[in-house]
């Protein structure tokens, strides 16, 4: 062979080299792309399973908050009902106050009678027995109305029920106590 065969033939030999290398790296790059789009693809899947499991979580979260905001409007609704009743609770009890008042202002209490006054010394020729003395007047007066006056001014003042019948026993003559302190304490408490 001669030379220039002999070149010929080394370089298709180092050309065929080069030809094997390229064809190897050419699989290899296939098989690495192959690869990652495989990868890529099961990447993908996991952020779409996460992506859902979020939107359902999100979904419910929404849910838990509408229905929280539900109840909160209808404890808001309950509230401001129990403010306007207890505001018309109030009222109830400066009305009653006021008429308490009123009522015991015009009750006029019964005047004591004076005492007689002693006659001008004179020497006693016989000796009189003496005359009882008249019975203190009750405050507010004799009657039922006076003492059931008194009891709804000492209930609204916040008087417990047995000090009023104590005051009451003591001052007044009532048939039936109880049932005036019935009336007065039912009619404060409403």
């Known amino acids: 062979m001669s030379e220039k065969q002999s070149s010929t033939s080394g370089a298709a030999a180092a050309a065929e080299k080069v030809r094997a290398i390229l064809e190897a790296a050419e699989q290899s790059a ?9 990868e890529i693809e099961a990447q993908l899947a996991r952020a779409q399973t996460v992506a859902e499991r979020l939107s359902t979580r999100a979904d419910e979260i929404e849910r838990a908050l509408e229905s929280l905001a539900e109840s909160v409007r209808g404890e808001l609704s309950a509230l401001k009902a129990d403010l306007e009743e207890l505001r018309a609770v ?14 015991a202002s015009a009750e006029v209490a019964e005047p004591v009678p004076a005492a007689p006054e002693p006659a001008p010394e004179e020497e006693p020729t016989e000796v009189a027995p ?36 104590r005051y009451l026993a ?8 109880e049932a005036l302190l019935d009336e007065v304490y039912a009619r404060v408490s409403s």
């Open 90 to 103: 109030g009222e109830g009890v400066a009305e009653a106050r006021e008429e308490a008042g009123e009522a």
């Open 170 to 177: 003591e001052n007044f003559e009532l048939e039936d106590p």
């Open 30 to 38: 296939a098989a690495l792309r192959a690869e990652a789009a495989h």
């Open 130 to 165: 003496p005359e009882p003395a008249p019975a203190p007047a009750s405050p507010a007066g004799d009657g039922h109305e006076g003492a059931r006056v008194i009891a709804l001014n000492m209930a609204l003042n916040g008087s417990s029920r047995e000090d009023t019948a």
